[in-house]
């Protein structure tokens, strides 16, 4: 079993849809999650981060964390077509793994006009 | 924001050749770096993690003597890739964590390497 499984998708919406992007762990000792946004041929951006149950929003989007069942989601709400990417959960160990970021599959995401 | 480079930005070299990818933090000082590599339409697979003046920590499967990192001082790290083969050609990522204690790595924009 994966430490982070993530569904690859790839997802396809209309513009203006609410996307819902989801994440599931393994490892109870995870301490803080973040989603990251990669665009073709560049490098992850931070979009989220969050190391607490319950919901962080920022403008369109809201990372959820469900640490009894190891679940975290991102909402996209009224989609763009610049929100074209894929979206990446990763999750941060504490302890003597401390830094280290471990990566789901990621999720493609296409909004189309 | 901090901004890590990344250079070449892509790269293409024979078999058997080695290549060296730079990796800097422009406006902090950066006492741990990670390196990443990305096949096609999968995630990022962490290599290794350097700490500067101290000699880098390799994940399991990852040969060292075939990835040589040096972090030589708090803004750079370079990864050199010896005696390149076809199956090395990935993208290969950096990021960058400050040395104030923060949790965030800023990532660099990849380097593509392409083995012929």
């Known amino acids: 079993q994966k430490e982070v499984e993530q569904d690859p998708g790839p997802l396809s919406v209309p513009e203006g849809a609410i996307v819902s992007l989801n994440c599931t762990y393994s490892?109870?000792?995870?301490?803080?999650f973040m989603w990251y946004r990669q665009y073709s041929r560049k490098g992850p951006e931070l979009l989220m981060y969050?190391?607490?149950?319950g919901n962080k929003e920022d403008g369109r989007f809201t990372a959820q964390v469900d640490k009894s069942s190891k679940y975290i989601s991102l909402f996209i709400r009224d989609s763009q077509p610049s929100d074209s990417a894929t979206y990446l959960c990763?999750?941060?160990?504490?302890?003597?793994?401390?830094?280290?970021?471990?990566f789901g599959q990621g999720t493609i995401l296409t909004v189309h006009p | 924001g901090a901004v890590v480079s990344q250079h070449p930005s892509w790269v293409i070299c024979k078999s058997g050749t080695s290549v060296k990818i730079e990796c800097r933090s422009l406006?902090?000082?950066?006492?741990?770096m990670f390196w990443y590599r990305q096949f096609p339409k999968q995630s990022l697979m962490l290599m290794a993690t350097s700490n500067e003046g101290s000699k880098a920590t390799y994940e399991q499967g990852v040969e060292k003597d075939k990835f040589l990192i040096n972090h030589a001082s708090l803004t750079l790290s370079t990864l050199t890739v010896t005696s390149a083969h076809p199956e090395d050609s990935s993208f290969y990522i950096c990021s960058a964590r400050s040395g104030t204690g923060g949790n965030e790595q800023f990532f660099g924009p990849g380097t593509r390497l392409t083995v012929l």
């Open positions: 406006d902090f000082q950066a006492t741990t």
């Open positions: 990763a999750i941060l160990a504490g302890g003597t793994s401390y830094g280290k970021l471990t």
């Open positions: 490892n109870s000792a995870f301490q803080y």
């Open positions: 969050t190391y607490s149950s």
